[in-house]
């Protein structure tokens, strides 16, 4: 599939700052956004998704924007715990699949 | 629901050799993924079925790697011969329905080719 960019790929914050994941994606097409948690030794896990009659959404400490005219989209994480720590995937679905960015790696230290 | 079964969770295999990947989807979803995993590449897509006809193919490295879904609760991935490149974790997800909807990962298959 087409490019998801991703930035930045390591992330350090302490615990009760924000933390904030950028996303870029190129095909038009796509109208499903989804954001992935990653902890070690396990599979990606659905945290949060907006699709594209939506600007933002909110999850209690976790919300995302989107803004399909620029064609970019981020996570902001609120007062983050150590359990944040772990690594983060934006995707794009312009069909079926999910294309995936790199990755951010999320370090919270108390 | 116990989500998605990956088996082995882990393999150590000789390069030439022959390895299974094995995938039990949630009960239900008509969609079926096979993703590989590297520092290097991230997360790639493999093969995509759907109600367990291959629809999408073209993420597969070449013709040593083939995967199969029988029926509507199991799938597998095949290296043969593998290489140590292909060492990577391997992972596969299943959803209800084609688009716009979550794909559930299995906790996925740690393949390291010696």
């Known amino acids: 599939g087409e490019n998801v960019e991703q930035h930045p790929s390591t992330l350090s914050v302490q615990e009760g700052d924000s933390a904030v994941i950028k996303c870029t994606y190129s095909d038009s097409a796509s109208n499903y956004f989804p954001w992935y948690k990653q902890e070690l030794g396990k599979g990606p896990q659905l945290i949060i998704d907006i699709r594209s009659n939506v600007g933002e959404k909110k999850d209690q400490r976790i919300a995302v924007t989107l803004n399909k005219t620029a064609k970019h989209f981020s996570l902001h994480i609120t007062e983050t715990q150590p359990e944040d720590s772990a690594v983060y995937f934006c995707a794009d679905s312009p069909g079926y699949a999910l294309n995936f960015g790199k990755g951010t790696s999320l370090l919270v230290t108390p | 629901d116990a989500g998605v079964i990956q088996s082995p969770r882990h393999e150590v295999t000789e390069m030439g050799q022959e390895v299974t990947l094995r995938c039990k989807p949630i009960?239900?979803?008509?969609?079926l993924f096979w993703y590989r995993q590297t520092m290097m590449r991230g997360l790639e897509l493999l093969i995509y079925f759907n109600n367990n006809v291959p629809i999408d193919d073209s993420g597969m490295p070449e013709d040593r790697f083939s995967a199969k879904m029988p029926n509507a609760s199991f799938s597998t991935l095949k290296i043969q011969p593998s290489e140590p490149r292909d060492s990577a974790v391997y992972f596969c997800a299943s959803k209800r329905g084609q688009e716009n909807t979550e794909a559930f990962f299995g906790q996925g298959t740690r393949l390291t080719v010696v």
């Open positions: 009960s239900g979803h008509n969609s």
